[in-house]
């Protein structure tokens, strides 16, 4: 029986497949900046939902949680900021940021006073872009609610790519910083979600490419009107077939033998999966009827025989003697154990005994 996966030859195959899968190239670097094309492509203002879409009562809701919804509701007290107010504190934030430089160089400056003042402005900047866009953190965490992670920690994990994006935001490129921060923001989350989000971890690059690819099979089903087989996705998503099923393979997602089933739900999944290790009612019938046959058969023999077959076959407790041991125990050469073993055993195999057992063996 092949112990690798369909569409492999062989389970080398299948090990070159998977490290192909892992070493291709992809941006996993949570210090690497986006490029102007990718914000470009992303420039969407997510603003635009509204401000209602931020209400706290939307979310406490949602969430069941008090906590989440005093959260929104005070910082929804924040006023927007416009393109040039962001201009404006990202250019004091700078200020601050080279003040502190110098500060640090010629602490004895007569400037130093001058210095301390940016750097307090530049410090009151950066709050008020993180305090304005905390609703924006909001928005995009909304989008990745049911991954595994609770709400009140997607938030956390998307401060926290507000914060980065805060402290490496350059207002020359052009673009706004709501642009600029929802993609650290998505930066962050995403990693959460891979990092925490499921029981055995995946890769950030294989979380964004088995969400493409899920999303392909949705697009597909919708356009053809059955679910597309593996190869019709590697097809849509120009990949080999067989990184296809792996990917297939490492997307399921465990159950928990504790999780409740049943109307009332007071079983559990756990209850209804077959023990391999004990046997079940059928088969442990069928070996209570064997032993019950086999006693009957030893006991026709001698009592020294029907013993020394017990000890031999680990019918005792279990465990098989050596012929060394079991002549120990009667005091008799190993030879002459093996030799009353033998006649025991060839007066088993006489028809009028071995009968009795045919039916048992023939299953």
């Known amino acids: 029986m092949n112990n690798y996966e369909p569409g492999f030859d062989s389970p080398a195959d299948q090990m070159m497949a998977e490290g192909d899968f892992f070493e291709e190239e992809f941006d996993d670097d949570f210090e690497a900046e986006p490029d102007d094309l990718l914000l470009a492509s992303d420039e969407t203002d997510l603003w635009d939902e509204g401000e209602d879409d931020f209400a706290g009562e939307h979310y406490a809701g949602e969430v069941s949680s008090d906590t989440i919804g005093l959260y929104l509701k005070e910082m929804s007290r924040v006023p927007l900021l416009t393109t040039e107010e962001e201009i404006i504190l990202a250019q004091k934030l700078e200020a601050g940021v080279e003040a502190a430089r110098k500060l640090r160089q010629k602490p004895n400056s007569p400037r130093a006073v001058e210095w301390r003042i940016k750097i307090q402005e530049g410090a009151e900047a950066r709050e008020h872009l993180i305090n304005a866009n905390t609703r924006l953190v909001v928005s995009v965490a909304k989008r990745y609610m049911s991954r595994g992670v609770p709400f009140l920690d997607l938030i956390q994990e998307g401060n926290l790519g507000l914060m980065k994006a805060v402290e490496k935001f350059d207002h ?28 055995i971890r995946v890769p950030v690059h294989m979380s964004d490419r088995i969400r493409r690819m899920y999303k392909t099979s949705r697009r597909l089903e919708q356009e053809n009107g059955h679910k597309p087989t ?41 209850q209804f999966i077959e023990n391999e290790l004990i046997p079940g009612p059928a088969q442990a ?61 060839r007066r088993l195999r006489h028809p009028r005994r071995s009968r009795q057992l045919r039916d048992y063996l023939s299953n």
């Open 172 to 199: 020359r490129r052009g673009f706004r910083f709501s642009t600029y921060a929802t993609w650290w923001i998505r930066q962050t989350i995403t990693r959460a979600i891979a990092d925490q989000g499921r029981t």
């Open 230 to 270: 593996p190869d019709e996705l590697a097809n849509e998503l120009k990949l080999d077939p067989r990184k296809v099923r792996w990917m297939l393979r490492v997307s399921w997602q465990p159950l928990s033998l504790e999780r409740p089933v049943g109307d009332d739900d007071d079983s559990e999944f756990g």
């Open 285 to 345: 019938t069928y070996d209570k009827l064997l032993r019950e046959k086999l006693d009957v058969l030893l006991d026709s023999l001698t009592p020294r025989e029907a013993r020394i077959l017990r000890l031999r076959f680990g019918f005792a407790n279990g465990r098989s003697y050596t012929l060394e041991e079991v002549g120990e125990k009667f005091g008799l050469t190993r030879e002459r154990i093996r030799q009353i073993e033998g006649k025991a055993l």
